[in-house]
T-cell receptor, first 114, second 112 residues
Framework: GAGVSQTPSNKVTEKGKYVELRCDPI?????LYWYRQSLGQGPEFLIY????????DSGLPNDRFFAVRPEGSVSTLKIQRTERGDSAVYLC????????????FGPGTRLTVL | GDSVTQMEGPVTLSEEAFLTINCTYT??????LFWYVQYPGEGLQLLLK?????DKGSNKGFEATYRKETTSFHLEKGSVQVSDSAVYFC???????????FGKGTRLSVIA
């Protein structure tokens, strides 16, 4: 079956612009996670959805970052007034939810802010 | 807060060599421990996991044992292949349905 997909695969933008990154989870997965991976680092947690609601957004670095999942499936990560320090690979993962369920990762979106 | 420390790479081995990638963690309570692998051009994949002390996770010839007394989860393989070349990430979840906390990753290159 289809895995987690993310679009676009690459995004180049200019400092100050607004970007949206999309994640299509595996069908039926209620849990959805966003992570950010900077060069040479491991992924860092941003936000976690259980269904439509954000169960934990403690990893969002500031109020320029926002994510939605209005119908409990597709999620969009939105970044306002992008900064060069936002350049990273943004990873999405989904799972069936519940304790210790496996997270299935998408290929990521590489964001470059010039 | 919770954290994971793993040995820095890159690690370069000849085919059929023995592999160890060290991982230690800091966490309150009783976390679950994971190894994820990222092959070139692909997304992160779960390699193995262990949910309680003394559990051994294994997959594709890789093994790791949850050692609470040393707060470690070292990854081992007896005979590596060129196809094992990838970046390996140690990770934990503090409890329940919580996000993963990752180490920085270790790049492994296996040469024929």
């Amino acid at each position: 079956g289809a895995g987690v997909s993310q679009t676009p695969s690459n995004k180049v933008t200019e400092k100050g612009k607004y970007v949206e990154l999309r994640c299509d989870p595996i069908s039926g997965h209620t849990a959805l996670y966003w992570y950010r991976q900077s060069l040479g680092q491991g992924p860092e947690f941003l936000i976690y959805f259980q269904g439509t609601g954000a169960a934990d957004d403690s990893g969002l670095p500031n109020d320029r970052f926002f994510a939605v999942r209005p119908e409990g499936s597709v999620s969009t990560l939105k970044i306002q007034r992008t900064e060069r320090g936002d350049s990273a690979v943004y990873l999405c993962a989904s799972g069936v939810g519940g304790a210790l369920s496996e997270q299935f990762f998408g290929p990521g979106t590489r964001l470059t802010v010039l | 807060g919770d954290s994971v420390t793993q040995m820095e790479g890159p690690v370069t081995l000849s085919e059929e060599a023995f592999l160890t990638i060290n991982c230690t963690y800091t966490a309150t309570g009783y976390p679950s421990l994971f190894w994820y692998v990222q092959y070139p051009g692909e997304g992160l994949q779960l390699l193995l996991k262990a949910t309680k002390a003394d559990d051994k996770g294994s997959n594709k010839g890789f093994e790791a044992t949850y050692r609470k007394e040393t707060t470690s989860f070292h990854l081992e393989k007896g005979s590596v292949q060129v196809s094992d070349s990838a970046v390996y990430f140690c990770a934990l979840t503090p409890s329940g349905n919580t996000p993963l906390v990752f180490g920085k990753g270790t790049r492994l290159s296996v040469i024929a």
